[in-house]
């Protein structure tokens, strides 16, 4: 296989963009990651969203893509995966590129969620997991999570968890694509209601529409092209859709797998990360991401964060713009957030929330429950 590199990228501010439609968003970002790798075209489109047809009522979006971007003529694929919908579009580009099958592709991912109610978004997000059995029984992904969090307390204890949204909202605080670009403390977080007890309201992700985009390229291209590159290794990993039918709810063998073997494929050790998005829908799973893939022993994650390791100036910074929590969550789009978020980083781009020199950065994005994990490696070309 060939090597693969992120050479643009570009996205739009999260928010609640009443003015713009779902495609429009899109194009956008698409847009402004083509011409930050100086190019023209693209050999392919791959298109991740997961709601378009239930909040939009609309398909077809490769198509659409390619026309808004006026990249009409190349073949255009929408991929969806859930939560992780945005880091399968990645992998199917990174694939293309690597089987030497393309020299350019553009992936995208966005979202539009607040066309729905909240209601609405909960409903799409229970479609993650299996329709007659826990959204029959309405086990939808917020209770879910309050379970494996009680699951969590019961063994562990919960010291930390919360500090997860208050890591987030540091880093975001003035980043201006961020959806929630402030500090929030502790004790706001601790004061917030109960969503699913004790899952509560400030400990995950809002609802906001974005979208985000990257440009892969071969090797060859590569070295044509002027602006930064970053080489990218991806994975990706599957377990039991239901937590509470794996040998243990509270480790992802997913993210355990898919990290290891992007690490593996990149020829990085864990102690060679410089940092880590991850995937905080809610505040136990940024842990339970940290503790399935080894950056954590298990039931400590959350005194890591009280000392202080996640922050930027920390041994392992996470979240580096804000993270699900605070730079937003808008499904499809997250994981090339993550991504360009991480392409930003290596290329020391990213301004205020610069980090000393990085080497590489993980991230991690999640469907469902754990249901599967995809990881992308960067690393600095």
């Not at 350019?104 to 539009?112: D, H, N």
């Not at 979208?211 to 002027?226: M, N, P, S």
């Not at 992007?262 to 339970?288: K, N, P, Q, Y």
Request: charged share 20%; proline share 4%; net charge negative.
């Amino acid at each position: 296989m060939g090597r693969v590199f992120v050479a643009g990228a570009g996205f739009t501010k999260v928010a609640e963009h009443w003015d713009k439609s779902l495609e429009q968003l899109m194009a956008e970002a698409a847009v402004k990651a083509v011409d930050g790798a100086g190019i023209s075209s693209v050999n392919s489109i791959y298109v991740g969203n997961a709601l378009s047809e239930f909040l939009q009522e609309q398909s077809n979006l490769g198509a659409i893509i390619a026309e808004e971007s006026g990249l009409v003529g190349a073949p255009a694929f929408r991929v969806e995966a859930a939560e992780a919908s945005g880091a399968a579009a990645l992998y199917a580009g990174f694939c293309e590129v690597a089987s030497g099958m393309a020299d350019a592709v553009l992936v995208v991912g966005g979202e539009k969620l607040s066309d729905g109610l909240a209601e609405e978004v909960s409903s799409g997000l229970m479609m993650g997991g299996r329709a007659w059995y826990e959204g029959f029984i309405g086990a939808e992904f917020y209770s879910l999570n309050a379970l494996l969090y009680k699951l969590y307390a019961r063994r562990f204890g919960d010291e930390g968890i919360p500090m997860f949204p208050v890591i987030s909202h540091e880093h975001a605080d003035g980043v201006s694509h961020a959806q929630y670009p402030f500090k929030l403390s502790l004790e706001k977080v601790l004061s917030s209601p109960f969503l699913a007890e004790p899952l509560r309201r400030l400990e995950v992700s809002g609802i906001g529409d974005g979208a985000a985009a990257v440009i892969l390229v071969g090797e060859d291209l590569a070295a044509k092209l002027k602006s930064p590159k970053a080489q990218l290794y991806v994975s990706a990993a599957t377990d039991y859709l239901s937590p509470f039918e794996r040998e243990d709810p509270l480790r992802f063998q997913s993210v355990a797998l898919a990290v290891s073997q992007v690490l593996d494929r990149a020829g990085v050790d864990r102690g060679e990360i410089s940092f880590i998005e991850l995937h905080d829908a809610t505040s136990i799973m940024a842990a339970l991401c940290l503790e399935s893939s080894g950056f954590s022993p298990p039931g400590n994650a959350g005194k890591l964060a009280m000392k202080g390791e996640f922050e930027l100036s920390g041994s392992l910074p996470c979240n580096t713009f804000g993270g699900l929590k605070a730079r937003g969550h808008p499904l499809g789009a997250t994981a090339i957030y993550q991504v360009a978020e991480s392409y930003l980083q290596l290329a020391e781009r990213a301004g205020r929330n610069q980090l000393d020199s990085p080497r590489a950065g993980l991230a991690l994005s999640i469907g469902g429950v754990g249901a599967e994990a995809y990881a992308s490696l960067l690393k600095r070309a």
